[in-house]
């Protein structure tokens, strides 16, 4: 065999190899497909569907209650109170939304009941409240932020999950959080969040950090059955996830144009058809 012949067929091996790895280290994992079929052809009220104007504050029982009335899914974001309550709130820190200069991990919860979301006359509610008032209406998305105490949100989380009687998927930025559900809740349809790369160069993370993240490598850790992608590009990775059957959520959608070819859509600040598929 001539030494060409052996190198290119050297360097498609090369390059096969690499595909296989790439595909296993991505690939997602199965679900039940009448599980799926719950949060499938769905838009999800980013955060509730709250105001673009504040008036309606994100994540709260206001915005839960409109959402639910206008038939859409949604999403939320929990995590823990100093105390170990599993609340319902976006940021780390409470200055953008209450106004206060504190962490939510560093007051109670009768602490942060005080206080009052955009000001208005809402508060911080538990993710129990928030079930209650959903009662198996309409499906919800949970995210789990991540911090030092990821097994106890965890857990309780999803304690909360298991006494519901209504549709709940989780997912997570952080891929070990989505491994957590993999292998404590196998049951629930799970999803890994992520963006492109510069994104999380500007939370702070490094090149290479940000391109393992961005790629969703770490799926070979936690199989997601969903990638929920940022809209406005996806990296090679997640779409390789996607094209092996990860079902395709983005966010945060502010046009119903990001319908096309997704299967699900996490939006805010209009109004779309509660299904689209």
């Known amino acids: 065999m001539k030494r060409s012949t052996k190198f290119v067929l050297g360097a498609l091996g090369c390059a096969a190899a690499a595909c296989g790895i790439a595909a296993l280290a991505v690939a997602p994992g199965k679900a039940d497909e009448a599980e799926k079929a719950k949060f499938y052809g769905r838009n999800f009220a980013h955060r509730g569907l709250h105001s673009y104007d504040r008036s309606v504050p994100e994540n709260s029982l206001a915005a839960f209650r409109l959402a639910v009335e206008a ?4 999403e939320l974001d ?3 109170s100093k105390d170990g309550k599993v609340v319902v709130f976006h940021d780390d820190d409470l200055n953008r939304v209450c106004g206060v200069n504190k962490r939510v991990d560093e007051l109670t919860f009768d602490e942060l009941r005080e206080l009052r979301l955009c000001e208005t006359e809402e508060v911080i509610p538990l993710f129990s409240e928030v079930l209650d008032l959903v009662a198996g209406r309409q499906p919800i998305i949970c995210e789990l932020k991540t911090g030092k105490r990821n097994n106890e949100l965890c ?26 559900f993999r292998e404590h809740a196998k049951h629930l349809v799970r999803g890994q969040l992520a963006q492109p790369a510069h994104y999380y160069k500007s939370e702070g993370l490094n090149g290479i950090s940000g391109f393992i993240l961005a790629n ?20 090679p990775g997640a779409r390789l996830s996607k094209a092996l059957g990860a079902l395709d959520f ?6 119903s144009a990001n319908e096309e070819g997704r299967d699900a859509v996490i939006f805010e600040f209009y109004k779309p058809e509660s299904k689209f598929k």
């Not at 983005?250 to 046009?255: A, D, G, K, Q």
Request: glycine fraction near 8%; charged fraction near 15%; hydrophobic fraction near 40%.
């Open 78 to 80: 929990v995590q823990l």
């Open 155 to 180: 857990e309780k989380t999803l304690e909360l999950i298991e006494f519901y009687e209504g549709d709940v998927c989780i997912e997570s930025f952080d891929p070990f959080i989505v491994a957590w």
């Open 71 to 74: 038939g859409y899914g949604m």
């Open 250 to 255: 983005c966010w945060t959608s502010h046009n």
């Open 216 to 235: 969703t490598v770490l799926n070979v850790l936690s199989r997601p059955n969903f990638i929920a992608y940022r809209v406005g590009g996806t990296a």
